[in-house]
């Protein structure tokens, strides 16, 4: 429990902020001005009213007691979340010098923190003695109920790709998306995104433009290696086993061992769809020499959390998830602020990079790519594509067809100006995506993403 | 890579291959070597054609025609797919450019590129709304940045460029500036992204340096087949280093010359322009093209010793008179009756535009090419104070005044331009007198730099700043000490009178970039909300507040940006 000893800093509130114009707006509402009212209690809940422009003024309340982050209401209308109220009444907590006294909560505020404080305590005895430790005959019976709607998904799948072979992709051309889309919305009931997720891609390859045949082939094909992956879990090793259930969709938790280690941040990038945010971060451990991936999710059109500048090292704790050849990891516990670092990672060549793709396809034959850093490269132009060459062997990368047209790009070509360069990206059958790039003399790294 | 057929070459061959810039797939896969240890060769080529036909029409090899064949073709083809994407092998290097020329100058201190990195990345219209609010504007910083920057010799970060090329392709007026800093990676750049095309434009030679002195044949070389946009620069950048040279190479190729580039070519010999080129501008009086005789009578009228400007002085003192008749003395005028061939040839349009009668437009024209040294003898040995003084008979003050105007500006005579100037204070100067605001920004142009802002100080220490932004776009930067006073001062009282700012808002965005940054201190008082008077428009105080913010922060921006780059001491020495 937060007590009323130890408020939190100005930084850590603002660290809240969905975004920087929340942070602006908290930041000039943490004045005295527009509160009244105002007051917090000992567990750690804070309360006040904010006039603002409509004619009642808004009630504001937070709740800190709680460790896995903090809650929030508002009267307000605002879409953001935290709101701006909520943020500058943590503000003027925090560093109000006294304005936020101790005292009673208004009827208001009372009736929401019990309500939140009643709630939290079932959920804690239901969680005590519900999700898996005392009742695990009922979490067995439920993941036993998903596997059976999965396995029924996959072997409906199954079906659907039998039956396109058997006609011929060449009638995918005009089948067009709402076929695919519809199975993907059949996967989505069966609660496999992942299944859902490839066969929505599937929809898009017919009109990809050239070669298309031999893609859609590609993706069917290994498609139909995750269905029977699925159908026949049983029988395959524990780590592979395990990736398959991950491909398919099946969340697991970061149970892997704990890995110390200063990890540089190499690179951050967000991709995002009508629903989601996708954060992916590459640390890079400067003892252990391997790079793992960080991924977070944020509403559509909120960043996800954390954010890791390129270029900062954090000392700090990471554990794998489970699964054969697998790259994503959390983030445990840091011991000290990420603070800059002239580190750089170890660097491979081009045939090195090649081969470490392939190696990784033993353990994950579904991987798009691996994370690697290509030592003394120069980009290339080549026709309407570039490449990465190395700088003194005749072999090059090509880069990725996505990568061609990012501003990026042209950051690197010109960080390089002809001369070799370090670049850190991931490597996979559609070639190279650059992610990070560094000069080859001194110099910090330039982010290409 | 057809020939490569993988069966005794390098092992490295044998694998599937990235190819000539596109990944291992789509049609170009089918050309690629077999792999030595596949099953069966060509296995994936025929897999893809039973698939896009179906299995009903082309049973795939190595499968049982029959309901299992779907199955067994995607078994085969998954076990092909990750088979061929494990054993990928790197593509052969494509030739690679020329490395980037070193670029000796020193890099930017550290805080100095993070600020270069926040100004290009600030885009106009990201603020929402047409308020402008209290934060400075970057992009309009960036001119400044970058001429600081390369008044310090630095070097542009290398990563930078990109955006900078992006800035400069957006606005022109960026260009000479921005392409300066970038320096030769820019050009290098601009190579491989035709986007970029116009820094090759912008430079003599396509990139090139201009030919040194010593490399007189490159020069020809250059002149002689260069494209024209090469050929303007080539020409404008050895006129600023070496005027008698340009007009020797102008002079070797000008009968060749197509009209319209004629015009060009000889409107770069205004930079330094001097009695030597008499005789060759003499000759393109004679110029097929009525435009390009137009432009080199100007050029000649602005030589005072050329005989072009004399036979105007002639033409010129018939018209002016002094008549001692009158009480004071007043200047007669009588206008031209003709334009004859000889007027015609020295320049003079003979048909005037629409609405302006004939006469009065000849009158203009002799005057305005005729040397100003030629009235003071005219008139009585007066000074060009007392003519200026001096009342014109029948209404011919603004065309006489408006024609030395001209003059004055184009022979660049000071002594003229402050008489025709007046003084500021004088209570004819605010209104639309015989010199309008636009001449007498022009006229401010000739005088030095001190003098321009201590008369436009003036001016708006009298008639406030409503007229005052054209003279104001005529100062150098930072304003000198009086002229920022009297632009704060002004701007204090255009407060008080209760009217809104953004009738101010385009001396305010100049205050912004010319204001001195050690004036920040001068304006904190400036920054609260007043309480509003009676008669103000209402709110108007907090608008107030709100620019005076914004032009307090853009002052300290300033400063920091100078501080940044190592230039503080020398910005608050000017």
């Keep these: 429990m937060t007590q009323q000893g130890v408020r939190w800093t100005a930084d850590q509130v603002l660290a809240l902020a969905p975004d920087a114009a929340s942070r602006r707006a908290g930041g000039r509402l943490g004045a005295a001005g527009p509160w009244s009212e105002v007051g917090s209690s000992d567990e750690g809940a804070v309360w006040g009213l904010c006039k603002g422009s409509g004619s009642e003024p808004y009630q504001t309340v937070v709740d800190v007691s709680d460790m896995s982050g903090p809650a929030y209401k508002c009267g307000c209308p605002s879409l953001k979340f935290p709101c701006k109220h909520a943020l500058g009444l943590l503000l003027l907590w925090a560093v109000g010098d006294g304005v936020v006294a101790g005292a009673k909560a208004p009827d208001w505020a009372e009736r929401w923190i019990a309500g939140r404080r009643e709630r939290a305590e079932e959920k804690r005895t239901a969680g005590g003695s519900g999700a898996g430790t ?13 596997a059976g709607r999965i396995t029924a998904g996959a072997t409906e799948l199954e079906q659907r790709l039998t039956d396109l072979l058997r006609g011929g992709l060449a009638g995918a051309e005009q089948a067009g998306y709402e076929l695919w889309e519809e199975t993907a919305a059949r996967m989505v009931d069966a609660q496999a995104s992942g299944l859902a997720a490839r066969v929505r891609e599937l929809g898009a390859i017919p009109s990809s433009g050239s070669g298309w045949p031999v893609r859609l082939l590609e993706e069917c094909a290994l498609l139909h290696l995750l269905d029977q992956g699925w159908l026949r879990r049983e029988q395959l090793p524990d780590g592979l086993a395990a990736t398959v259930r991950a491909r398919v969709g099946l969340s697991a938790s970061a149970d892997g061992p704990a890995v110390r280690d200063r990890w540089l941040v190499l690179a951050q990038y967000d991709t995002s769809d009508t629903r989601l945010t996708t954060r992916r971060i590459w640390l890079y451990g400067a003892q252990t020499e391997r790079a793992v991936l960080l991924l977070s999710y944020g509403a559509a059109g909120r960043a996800p959390e954390p954010a890791l500048p390129v270029g900062l090292a954090l000392d700090a704790e990471v554990s794998a998830y489970p699964g054969a050849g697998q790259q994503r990891a959390a983030l445990g516990e840091q011991f000290a602020p990420p603070a800059p670092t002239e580190l750089r990672p170890k660097g491979a060549t081009t045939s090195q990079a090649a081969v470490r793709y392939g190696e990784a396809l033993r353990d994950d034959p579904w991987l798009e790519s691996v994370p ?26 090509p880069l990725a067809p996505a990568a061609g047209n990012r501003p990026g790009l042209w950051r690197l070509v010109a960080l390089s100006g002809g001369a070799p360069v370090k670049v850190f990206g991931e490597c996979g059958h559609r070639g190279f995506t650059p992610l990070t790039a560094w000069p080859a003399g001194p110099g910090g790294a330039v982010p290409l993403c | 890579m057809a020939g490569r057929t993988g069966r005794g070459g390098a092992a490295v061959l044998t694998r599937p291959t990235y190819e000539n810039g596109m990944p291992a797939e789509g049609n170009r896969m089918t050309r690629t070597p077999v792999p030595a240890d596949a099953p069966v060769p060509g296995v994936w080529e025929e897999l893809v054609t039973s698939a896009l036909l179906g299995t009903d029409r082309r049973t795939p090899p190595g499968c049982e025609p029959g309901p299992r064949a779907p199955a067994e073709l995607l078994d085969a083809a998954a076990a092909e797919t990750v088979r061929r994407r494990a054993g990928l092998c790197p593509a052969r290097a494509a030739r690679r450019p020329e490395p980037v020329p070193d670029d000796p100058r020193p890099p930017l201190p550290a805080a100095a590129a993070h600020r270069l990195t926040m100004l290009l990345t600030d885009r106009p219209g990201t603020a929402g709304g047409g308020r402008r609010g209290t934060a400075p504007d970057l992009m309009e910083l960036l001119p400044q940045w970058l001429a600081t920057a390369n008044a310090r010799g630095f070097a542009a970060p290398p990563q930078a460029v990109p955006a900078l090329l992006d800035a400069a392709r957006g606005r022109t007026d960026l260009r000479p500036a921005a392409l300066t800093f970038a320096g030769p990676r820019a050009l290098w750049l601009a190579r491989l992204n035709p986007d970029w095309r116009f820094a090759l434009r912008a430079t ?16 020809r070389r250059l002149w002689e087949e260069g494209l024209f946009a090469e050929r303007v620069a080539l020409l404008a950048a050895l006129r600023a280093r070496d005027p008698a040279t340009a007009r020797e190479l102008l002079a070797s190729t000008w009968a060749t010359e197509r009209a319209e580039d004629r015009l060009m070519f000889l409107d770069s010999l205004r930079t330094g322009l001097e009695q030597a080129d008499e005789p060759f501008l003499e000759q393109a009086l004679a110029d097929r093209s009525r435009n390009v005789r137009a432009t080199a009578a100007e050029l000649l009228s602005a030589l005072p010793d050329s005989a072009l400007a004399a036979r105007m002085a002639a033409r010129a003192v018939t018209c002016v008179s002094l008549d001692r008749a009158l009480s004071p003395p007043a200047i007669a005028v009588e206008a031209p009756h003709e334009c004859d061939a000889g007027m015609e040839r020295d320049g003079v349009v003979a048909k005037p535009p629409s609405g302006r009668g004939e006469r009065s437009w000849w009158f203009g024209q002799l005057v305005e090419a005729a040397p100003l ?45 402050r008489a025709l100037l007046g003084a500021p204070t004088a209570p004819e100067a605010g209104g639309p007198g015989a010199v309008s605001l636009a001449e007498r920004a022009k006229l401010l142009g000739t005088l030095d730099a001190g003098e321009r802002a201590e008369w436009v100080a003036g001016f708006i220490a009298t008639h406030g700043l409503s007229e005052a932004f054209q003279l104001l776009g005529m100062c150098g930067v930072p304003w000198a000490p009086p002229l920022g006073r009297a632009v704060v001062d002004a701007l204090n009282i255009a407060r008080d009178a209760g009217s809104y700012p953004w009738s101010f808002s385009g001396v305010m965005g100049l205050a912004e970039r010319c204001l001195d940054p050690s004036e920040a201190g001068r304006l904190d008082g400036l920054l609260a909300i007043p309480d509003e008077p009676e008669d103000a428009s209402p709110g108007a105080g907090g608008y107030w507040a709100e620019a005076f913010q914004r032009l307090v922060r853009t002052l300290r921006l300033r400063a920091a940006m100078a501080e940044e780059l190592g230039a503080g001491q020398e910005e608050r020495r000017r």
Aim: one cysteine or more; proline letters at 8%; hydrophobic letters at 40%.
């Design chain 1, 134 to 146: 005392a009742d695990p005959e009922a979490a067995r019976r439920r993941a036993e109920q998903r």
């Design chain 1, 372 to 397: 690697v850093t290509l030592d003394q490269v120069v980009p290339v132009p080549d026709g309407d594509h570039w490449q990465l060459a190395d700088a003194d062997r005749d072999t090059a990368l």
């Design chain 2, 373 to 417: 040294g030629t009235w003071s003898a005219r008139l009585g040995g007066r000074t060009p104070e007392e003519i200026a003084a001096l009342p014109v008979t029948d209404d011919w003050r603004s065309d006489l005044h408006a024609a030395w105007c001209r003059a004055a500006v184009r022979q660049r005579n000071g002594a003229w331009a």
């Design chain 2, 204 to 219: 003599p030679g396509g990139g090139t340096a201009l030919p040194g002195p010593e490399a007189t044949e490159r020069v």
